[in-house]
Structures are given as C-alpha cells and as structure tokens.
C-alpha cells in the first residue's frame, strides 16, 4: 500500500502572549488531510536556519497559505505600506525563496491567498497593496463584522480561462469563489500564465505553464487567490483543486520512492 504524501505547510510567525509562534490554519492542514489525502506537516519560517533543498528533499508537496499578513512591498519595489500594516519577514525570507526552489525541482505547488501573492511576487511580479483604493477594481475584503460563515460564502463569479490547469480540472468557463483580500496582481510575473480572473479583469489564479524557463516540466504550480481551503468538500469545485494538488503529490511521492528502493 503506498503511503500518504508528506505535505509541507507554510507557518507565519506570531507572538502569543510573551512568546514566539510558528502557526498554520487548521482549514489548511485539514484540507489537506481531507482532501489532498496528503499528510500535514507545518514547515516553521526559520530561513536563517533551514535551507530550502533540505525542505524539498523531505517533502512530496507543498501549501502556501493565506495569512493575516502581507509581504514586504521592498520585495516587488513596492511603495511602503500604510502605517498599521501587519507583515512577516520571517515568513517572506522562507517562503519566496523556497518557491522558487520547488518549480525549479518540480515539487507540486498550490498557493492559497498570501501564497498566491507570494508565488507572483516570487517571480517577479508586483501587488496592489489596497485593490480597493485603485479606482479600477471592486472591493475584494470580506464583509465586516459578519459570521466567518457569510465572510467565506461564494461572493462574485469568476471566469476560467481556457487551455489552463483549472479548465484542465473540469471547472466550467464561469464558478463563484468567496473572495476575502485586500490586495491582489498588479503585474504578472514574467513566464506565469493567468488561469482566471474577477468580474472586474483582477487576476484571480495563474500558474506555471510547461516550458516556463524556470521551472521542470510538467510542474503542478497552481496559486488561485480565493479560499478553496474553506469547506472543500462541500464544494465540488474546490474539492477538484485539492484532489489535483493531492495527485501530483502522489506522483512525486511514488517517484521518489521508486528512486530510494533503486539507490538501496
């Protein structure tokens, strides 16, 4: 019986009481677990300690997460962030190199609302810091003061671009995604493909395509800006992200234990 696919998922750093944390979301790790049928293990954000390639040797697979913070704008050449603004250095210096590390190994990918950010930024690409203040784009932030139930309900339609990873999955030309963030895409990492966007042209997913010139071929790199992680199994359309990102781990995992029994 071939096991279960080991799973990094990203932490952010976050003081809890006079102490320092590596947290994850449980929504993530259960998704995972539930729907990806992959086994969780959360990576803490200690780049000055922990190189990439020791990561992408141990693991079959990789979730970047949403978080309540947002990376540093020095990152894309941003401008400063508006006073106030919650960041996570530890986890931006974790994170966006070891992106770049997986698609160049070929270890899968799904990045997750600041994963999808940082998947973008890791390549290159720059962010809205307020989507809302630009004067093109509707307001993406979830409703304040509401049940976390009606914050993560389907909000707005979102159209799948053909010949894409998403159309790839079965998704029709037209879903609804719940839609919970304040920034999004400004400009399109160079070599990324757009798989969908909002009724208003913001990028809602791209992806690595084969032939990107950085990346293996074939490389499942799939970052989508919504929260798929939320109920997944109650939405057939978010399941179906899951279970791809789940099978391309699979696929690593049997390879590299295939590899392990021939080196043996």
Same mark, same amino acid.
Request: glycine letters at 6%; hydrophobic letters at 35%; proline letters at 16%.
């Given at each position: 019986m071939s096991r279960l696919p080991l799973i990094g998922v990203t932490a952010c750093t976050q003081p809890i009481g006079s102490h320092a944390y590596h947290i994850s979301g449980d929504k993530y790790v259960r998704a995972v677990a539930v729907a990806a049928? /992959?086994?969780?293990? #959360?990576l803490p954000s200690l780049a000055e300690? #922990?190189?990439?390639a020791d990561i992408l040797a141990a693991v079959d697979g990789l979730l970047f997460t949403g978080s309540? %913070?947002? &990376?540093? *704008?020095?990152h894309y050449s941003g401008p400063a962030s508006a006073p106030g603004t919650a960041h996570d250095p530890a986890r931006d210096h974790t994170t966006l190199p070891l992106i770049r590390a997986a698609v160049a190994a070929g270890v899968p &990918?799904? /990045?997750i609302c600041r994963g999808f950010q940082e998947l973008n930024v890791a390549f290159g690409g720059s962010l809205h810091q307020k989507v809302h203040e630009t004067g093109?784009?509707?307001?993406?932030?979830?409703p304040d003061n509401e049940p976390v139930? #009606? +914050?993560?309900?389907? %909000?707005? *339609?979102?159209? #799948?671009?053909?010949g894409g990873v998403l159309a790839g999955l079965g998704l029709r030309e037209e879903i609804r995604v719940n839609s919970i963030h304040g920034q999004g895409v400004e400009r399109l990492a160079p070599g990324l493909r757009v798989e969908a966007t909002a009724p208003d042209g913001l990028i809602e997913a791209i992806s690595v395509p084969e032939g990107a010139p950085f990346a293996t071929a074939n490389v499942f790199a799939? /970052? &989508? +800006?919504w929260h798929p992680e939320w109920q997944v199994t +109650?939405?057939?359309?978010?399941?179906s992200i899951f279970k791809a990102f789940g099978d391309a781990c699979r696929k690593r995992a049997a390879q590299r234990d295939a590899q392990a029994l021939k080196n043996a």
């Open positions: 049928k /992959g086994l969780p293990l #959360i300690l #922990i190189d990439p309540p %913070s947002n &990376v540093e *704008p020095y &990918v799904l /990045g093109t784009f509707m307001d993406h932030r979830e139930e #009606i +914050q993560y309900a389907p %909000s707005h *339609p979102m159209h #799948i671009e053909p799939l /970052g &989508v +800006q +109650q939405n057939p359309d978010y399941l």
